[in-house]
T-cell receptor, first 114, second 112 residues
């Protein structure tokens, strides 16, 4: 059981470039989400999904797209990178989106936009 | 909307010291409360949780009690170790929303 995996671990982009952060889980979890972690800000929810084919916006969705074509994968796309998107990105999953369910986090992707 | 306020630190303690990290929340209804921990270079992992008032969550010597009357979920440990050095996040979900809302996190360093 690999849990939640994320690739790449590190990435440097130039302003305006696009890229996709990959996230996969092998626990058959329905609920998946993306967060960004910035100093002094805690974790903020970008997008989430309650199941395949269903996605919704979180607190800070602008500049990011997601899709959920399978239960296992939940990629995050940066359409045109900006320096304000420099951050550490975490993907998480849980059995379902119920309020008492533990979320399992991936190891994170550290993104720098120049 | 739901929100979490916690001590931000950073905090430095000596080994075997007592630890308290304060956490208060704002939410409608009866949310579930969590403490997550992030060790250096890693993702977050669940430390403990409580799902109803007066529940006590405990794990690895850490404890927190869900206090609805004071809307608090303070984290305590009687004797910290160097291996407890990490960032600690208080979080909640429910109260009308399935989303997990985090506090800003508190960095703890424990010196030998």
């Amino acid at each position: 059981n690999a849990g939640v995996t994320q690739t790449p671990k590190f990435q440097v982009l130039k302003t305006g470039q696009s890229m996709t952060l990959q996230c996969a889980q092998d626990m058959n979890h329905e609920y998946m989400s993306w967060y960004r972690q910035d100093p002094g800000m805690g974790l903020r929810l970008i997008h989430y999904s309650v199941g395949a084919g269903i996605t919704d916006q979180g607190e800070v969705p602008n500049g990011y797209n997601v899709s959920r074509s399978t239960t296992e994968d939940f990629p995050l796309r940066l359409l045109s990178a900006a320096p304000s998107q420099t951050s550490v990105y975490f993907c998480a999953s849980s059995i379902a989106g119920g309020p008492s369910n533990e979320q399992f986090f991936g190891p994170g992707t550290r993104l720098t936009v120049l | 909307g739901n929100s979490v306020t916690q001590m931000e630190g950073p905090v430095t303690l000596s080994e075997e010291a007592f630890l308290t990290i304060n956490c208060t929340y704002t939410a409608t209804g009866y949310p579930s409360l969590f403490w997550y921990v992030q060790y250096p270079g890693e993702g977050l992992q669940l430390l403990l949780k409580a799902t109803k008032a007066d529940d006590k969550g405990s794990n690895k010597g850490f404890e927190a009690t869900y206090r609805k009357e004071t809307t608090s979920f303070h984290l305590e440990k009687g004797s910290v170790q160097v291996s407890d050095s990490a960032v600690y996040f208080c979080a909640l979900s429910g109260g009308g929303s399935e989303k997990l809302v985090f506090g800003k996190g508190m960095k703890l360093t424990v010196n030998p």
